[in-house]
């Protein structure tokens, strides 16, 4: 039976790794802790096919210790303590290197499980997650542990890969292999930073070629329906769906509609409408607000048109949206002042509510005075200077005007009615 090509091409050394130069370029931490044979305990957190396994597969290979392997969304919490059994016999005599793969699918009480045994160095623990470690891991584990951050492949960076693999089909292939010029950077760019994809793509592409004049042809229109959908990276709940919500919030309060519409089509092809439509509607308040206070009812209104409507039609009241918020002018008064005034409340700073705007009922029911509100649309102009927060915040400012020319007029008009305070 024949190996996997993504298993076959695996690289040996940590010059043959694609990508992660950050790392492994010659001087860099990690690459001096391996080198130097370290046993430091480690956690691998990035994306699939960056070479997580890869270069723990290498670390292994250059200790004594024994290897075991564990996978996260399988192993139980007998399978470690079966591991962790083989700890000061002959079958670890050097101790054990346990490479941990998904560890954000183990509990709390699995993590622990390895700790007293970290602790005194008869296991040395390399995990590996493609979800932040910060919210998944285990914090005296992590505590324990260095983390690395492996980083998307380039086009430029796996394009190689890709051509050693096509090397590899070619020795292979019983006939004459040959593939159009631009297939090999297709493949690349098409598997969104994720080698083993760009492999795995390869592989299915010389499987689905067809003899033509006794030799196999690999063409740019095939390359494009293998790699079909595969560039973006897009896990519902996971790293890279947070990653690309905040992309899109910042990309509209930045003021640039080609980043929001770019980070939009994200969601979009990945099926998801509930996440953009929350972006929207909260980017409306939170960084437009009451520069354009009407922007929330557009919005809202695109967001009810589009869930209506489903996709693909969805699409465009949700642009409409996202150009609408990134070419709007820009307010973050709103959330400063409510953000300001929930401070003071979450301290304790609150006090009574001023007589002046207790309920009514109180007038009735026997208490020591009449409330004395002053009702603001008895006097000219509809205003009438009255205290409104309680004493202990006789003279706070939450809100702020923003300097945009909606709020500056509102200011303008509300300095002419009041007066000096």
């Known amino acids: ?24 370029a010659p001087g860099a931490v990690l690459r001096r802790l391996i080198d ?158 994720d080698v083993r994809k760009a492999i795995n793509a390869v592989e299915l592409l010389c499987q689905a070629s067809v003899p033509k004049d006794g030799k196999l042809i690999l063409t740019m229109e095939d390359a494009l329906q293998v790699a079909q ?60 607000g009451m520069a354009y206070p009407q922007a929330i009812a557009i919005v809202k209104a695109c967001v009810d048109t589009a869930m209506q409507l489903g996709l693909p039609e969805a699409q465009l009241p949700l642009a409409q949206a996202a150009i609408l918020l990134a070419t709007a002018p820009k307010s973050n008064s709103v959330v400063a002042g409510i953000n300001h005034a929930w401070a003071d409340v979450r301290a304790g700073r609150t006090g009574d509510i001023p007589r002046e705007l207790q309920n009514v009922h109180a007038d009735s029911s026997g208490m020591e005075r009449e409330q004395g509100y002053l009702y603001p649309h008895d006097f000219p102009r509809h205003w009438v200077r009255q205290q409104y927060l309680p004493d202990t915040l006789k003279n706070v400012r939450y809100y702020e005007y923003g300097d945009n020319k909606t709020e500056q007029a509102a200011k303008r008009y509300w300095d002419e009615i009041k007066g000096p305070a």
């Open 1 to 24: 039976m024949q190996r996997p090509l993504a298993d076959e091409i695996r690289p040996k050394t940590l010059d043959e790794v694609v990508g992660q130069r950050h790392l492994l």
């Open 36 to 193: 130097s044979g370290t046993e430091a305990n480690m956690v691998f957190y990035g994306p699939s096919g960056t070479g997580k396994t890869t270069i723990a597969n290498i670390i292994a290979r250059q200790t004594n210790k024994t290897l075991h392997r564990l996978n996260a969304t399988t192993a139980s919490l007998q399978d470690v303590k079966d591991i962790i059994a083989d700890v000061g016999t002959l079958l670890a005599p050097g101790g054990i290197l346990l490479y941990l793969d998904e560890i954000q699918y183990f509990n709390k009480k699995q993590q622990q499980s390895l700790l007293e045994f970290m602790e005194n160095g008869s296991l040395t623990l390399i995990a590996s997650t493609t979800e932040n470690p910060y919210f998944y891991v285990y914090g005296a584990l992590l505590s324990r542990s260095t983390v690395f951050e492996f980083k998307a492949v380039t086009p430029e960076e796996a394009e190689p890969a890709v051509l050693r693999a096509l090397k590899i089909e070619q020795e292979r292939s019983s006939l004459p292999l040959e593939w159009e010029g631009e297939v090999p950077r297709q493949i690349a760019t098409a598997c969104g930073g």
């Open 229 to 288: 959908r595969s560039a973006m990276r897009y896990d519902k709940g996971g790293d890279a769906m947070y990653d690309a919500a905040s992309a899109l919030m910042k990309s509209l309060r930045g003021s640039d509609p080609d980043a929001a519409l770019h980070y939009l089509a994200r969601f979009l092809e990945a099926g998801d409408l509930i996440t953009p439509c929350r972006r929207l509607l909260c980017s409306a308040s939170e960084d437009v």
